[in-house]
């Protein structure tokens, strides 16, 4: 790419450059360029540690081969059929619940706000839970998910809708919203007998345990649509940034861009709660970790932060399912340090003011 | 009335986060039962120096003494009933009524169990009165205009009832006739009440007409101190605020007109067509029309100002011509096209507005925000042309920001981030700009230099830029064509020579003053009369000064409370 493209110096500033070819430009930070490299990097090599863990140990090299198809015959099955299949699940999912976060962060400019504070989690759940509770056919769960997340984010958003979007009214409304969804899930599970509850309870915290090559696909499919439009929103959200009257007196129409933003956000954190219900924290604190990293928020940064995501979720499913002697829903993981880390975010902002 | 408390700051030295040090090993002892001002230049470190002596922050070396005890030893409520503190820039409640803000003024005074007394009562209402804003009691804080804010939030103060008042910036946001009421009020307290009064000013002519005591800081030291009229001269401007100026001293007061370096310069082309009109505009909030039937034109390739005192809806016109708003009913068309016309990109590169009081990105660097300004140029495919980058250029060189253009804007003085919004504004390229009080937290060095770079703008590349100013001498200086506004309608329009008189003054913005002519630049100076000083000073010379007996009688009492 790189080759190609004429490498033309923006300033004398350090580290921005222009990548030109012919009618499109695009500014890129080489420090953030680098990051997005090793962070990289150091996914696959916890991609490469996941696939070689577990009862059935691998080398390195065993796992490098199966992947690149010169293996042998049990590594082979081990890694195609169970262990690739889930590590690049999870992979995508920490992806696309970072990314998740870093647009409604963005679109609301409001750096404590992710989708599962403001109930589109709990509205996956509810829907899940009510779903086999009542002992409909299991096949529908995720769509079932994917339409509860979808609704609570359109109600939300419609909800806090008062001829434009107050990111405040948003978030208060959301987590009134998440309160009524958790009270809808206890009451259901309180209604039905405790044996019929086991499987629904299992649905609640979420994890990459059953996860196949149609999850991959699924996810890989959403992700190849939704990246390129969430990395081109990026751009106006840069603007964004800089105030509402602001972002306006420099032609950008704010409102529909946020539903935009909304929208992108939406469907990502809904397909990652198809795939493997709903785990909390990731798309709150991803972001964050990236920003204190990399800056403000910009397509590079964002690209960041999704790699970011997917390290932080990668490390945490191995925690997950190699830590104890018993492999735990990899949404304990997050939560146990995500909310810590929640709770530091809101002290650290209390006490900034 | 208890006697005034005694209040120094002894060796102090402040600084946010262990950052670099705002003031440094300053001493300051509050002259008992004066006014005292604080002036100095932005970012000099008064309004912290305020800060520390009010308790609301530790100094980090040297201590605040309150009554020969370091202040931190006292409770809250104590210094509370002692210093009554108005501090800048105050959160905005939700959905609290005048009333009810004002009430907790009287905090200090009340232990947890004990319903509001009568005497309570009684302090509320004279704080109301006294801030006249008895007859907004009832409103919510979050609805009044800038200038009923700061009103009620002085009567909140006032409530408190204390010896000593330590106001920082009272008269932000307020135009002549309401920061006069304030200022007034100010003396009548020292006056009548013997209350102790400390003010960090922004206006050198109120400072000098309203004070006792005057504290000249720089760069978080004190430089001089002394009574106005012998510290106040053209040298102490100039090596404080960097700025030139001629003095001018009669019976009505002191009064500092301060000069730009290219005055002489006038752009003499444009004018010959309309940049923007706008007919019958009606803008509401809610139900409450602001604009009421308002038209208005602004000629092509002109500096244009738009005065008017608080809530006049200056600030709405603006906003309405720049699509941030919509009109109930009227139209407005920039270059012979209606606003509405084509999309926000496409407008954004007809119209560019710098807006008050923007947010602050918290860590975004100069040259990034000015890049923002190309935004109406590019698509997320085409981010970044050689014509961006030179315009980007051309503007920080423009507005002489490059040296600091890899700074994060956070870390930026007032009146260098004023110039960096304005880059941002310029690099938009648009031939309308709209400035929405540019100058609002400038001090006079500042201000004089951002309206002296938006007039060479307009005069180098013809720019039409159309500024909402609260110092009405300054946009007759800079204007070459002047709206009035009060109450949501056009009052006057024309060149400021033409419009501004003594009458026009009295009925626009309620106060006595005498219009007289700059020689050096051929515009109106306005000289507002009836100086507490002057008055309290020189009876005699009130009576026989020229300027007060042409103009009738002097506005020397407190208005009546006003809505």
Aim: proline share 4%.
């Amino acid at each position: 790419m790189t080759a190609s493209a004429r490498q033309v110096e923006l300033m004398s500033a350090p580290r921005l450059r222009v990548l030109r070819f012919g009618g499109v430009a695009f500014v890129i930070n080489l420090r953030t360029l680098s990051l997005i490299l090793v962070t990289f990097v150091l996914l696959v090599a916890a991609a490469c540690l996941a696939m070689m863990l577990g009862s059935f140990r691998l080398t390195v090299g065993e796992v490098v081969g199966s992947v690149l198809g010169t293996g042998n015959g049990e590594a082979d099955f081990v890694i195609w059929r169970l262990r690739f299949p889930r590590t690049l699940t999870v992979a995508m999912l920490g992806g696309a619940l970072a990314m998740s976060g870093a647009i409604f962060q963005g679109a609301v400019r409001n750096p404590l706000v992710s989708p599962d504070i403001i109930g589109i989690n709990a509205g996956a759940t509810l829907a899940a839970v009510f779903w086999i509770l009542t002992d409909m056919p299991q096949g529908a769960i995720p769509l079932l998910a994917f339409v509860g997340a979808m609704s609570v984010a359109s109600l939300v958003y419609l909800l806090s809708w008062k001829g434009h979007i107050s990111g405040g009214r948003l978030i208060l409304i959301g987590i009134g919203i998440n309160a009524l969804l958790g009270a809808g899930v206890t009451f259901l599970f309180v209604r039905y007998p405790v044996q019929q509850t086991r499987s629904a309870l299992a649905w609640t915290v979420g994890t990459a345990n059953n996860s196949d090559w149609a999850d991959v696909r699924l996810l890989a499919y959403s992700l190849a649509i939704l990246i390129p439009l969430a990395v081109a929103l990026m751009w106006s959200l840069r603007v964004m940034q800089l105030g509402d009257t602001t972002a306006r007196s420099v032609g950008l129409p704010i409102e529909r861009t946020r539903l935009l933003l909304i929208a992108v956000g939406s469907t990502l954190s809904a397909f990652a709660i198809a795939v493997a219900g709903p785990i909390g924290f990731v798309a709150l604190t991803a972001p964050h970790i990236a920003r204190m990293i990399a800056g403000p928020m910009t397509s590079g940064v964002f690209i960041f932060t999704l790699l970011v995501g997917a390290l932080f979720l990668m490390l945490s499913d191995i925690v997950a399912q190699h830590a104890l002697p018993v492999s735990l829903p990899v949404g304990v993981v997050t939560a146990a340090i995500g909310a810590p880390y929640f709770l530091f975010l809101l002290y650290r902002v209390n006490a900034r003011v | 009335m208890t006697t005034s408390p005694q209040l120094r700051a002894s060796n102090v030295t402040i600084s946010y986060n262990g950052a670099l040090d705002i003031v440094s090993d300053l001493d300051f002892d509050v002259p008992q039962g004066q006014i005292t001002s604080i002036i100095g230049p932005n970012g000099c470190g008064k309004s912290t120096l305020l800060r520390a002596m009010s308790r609301l922050m530790k100094p980090r070396l040297g201590s605040v003494l309150l009554d020969g005890q370091a202040i931190h030893q006292h409770s809250t409520r104590e210094v509370a009933k002692m210093l009554g503190m108005l501090s800048q820039q105050l959160e905005l409640p939700e959905m609290v009524t005048v009333e009810d803000l004002v009430r907790r003024g009287r905090y200090p005074h009340r232990s947890m169990w004990q319903p509001p007394g009568h005497d309570d009562q009684v302090a509320v209402d004279r704080a109301m009165l006294l801030a006249g804003v008895t007859d907004l009691r009832s409103r919510s804080v979050d609805e009044l205009s800038g200038g009923q804010r700061q009103r009620a939030w002085i009567a909140m103060v006032l409530a408190q009832d204390t010896p000593m008042l330590l106001l920082d910036e009272p008269t932000t946001y307020l135009d002549i006739a309401h920061s006069r009421e304030v200022l007034e009020l100010a003396k009548r307290l020292n006056r009548e009440d013997e209350k102790t009064v400390v003010m960090v000013l922004h206006d050198l002519n109120d400072a000098v007409r309203y004070s006792d005591h005057i504290v000249v800081m720089k760069d978080g030291e004190i430089v001089e101190r002394g009574g106005p009229q012998e510290i106040a001269n053209a040298e102490l401007i100039r090596n404080v605020f960097g700025v030139e100026c001629d003095i001018v001293k009669d019976a009505n007061g002191w009064f500092c007109i301060p000069r730009s370096k290219n005055a002489s310069i006038r752009n003499t082309t444009g004018g010959e067509s309309d940049a923007v009109a706008s007919e019958s505009l009606t803008v509401g909030y809610g139900r409450v029309p602001v604009l009421k039937s308002v038209s208005v034109t602004f000629p092509d390739g002109k500096l244009s100002a738009v005065v008017g005192p608080n809530a006049c809806g200056k600030s709405t016109l603006v906003k309405t011509i720049a699509r941030l708003l919509k009109s109930s009913e009227g139209s407005t068309s920039v270059h012979g096209r209606p606003i509405f016309e084509g999309s926000h990109r496409d407008f954004a590169q007809r119209v560019g507005l710098l807006s008050q009081g923007a947010a602050i990105p918290t860590d975004i660097r100069v040259q990034e925000l000015v890049m923002s300004g190309r935004f109406p140029y590019q698509r997320w495919y085409r981010q970044w042309s050689n014509e961006d980058q030179g315009e980007v250029d051309k503007a920080l060189q423009s507005t002489h920001t490059e040296e600091f253009r890899w700074r994060s804007v956070a870390t930026l003085s007032g009146g260098q981030r004023q110039r960096a919004w304005l880059a941002m504004a310029l690099a938009q390229q648009t031939p309308v700009l709209m400035l929405d009080e540019p100058t609002t937290f400038l001090d006079i060095g500042h201000q004089i230099e951002l309206l002296d770079l938006v007039s060479e703008m307009n005069c180098r590349s013809g720019l039409t830029a159309v500024m909402v100013l609260h110092d009405l001498s300054l946009a007759c200086r800079y204007a070459d064509y002047m709206v009035a506004m009060k109450d949501g309608r056009v009052a006057a329009a024309g060149a400021p020579e033409q419009i501004v008189s003594e009458s026009m003054v009295r009925e626009v913005f309620g106060v006595d003053c005498s219009v007289v002519t700059d020689e050096q630049t051929g515009r109106p100076l306005i000289l507002p009369l009836g100086t507490a000083n002057s008055l309290q000073a020189r009876p005699a010379d009130d009576a026989s000064s020229t300027g007060a007996a042409r103009n009738g009688s002097v506005n020397r009492t407190l208005k009546e409370p006003v809505g």
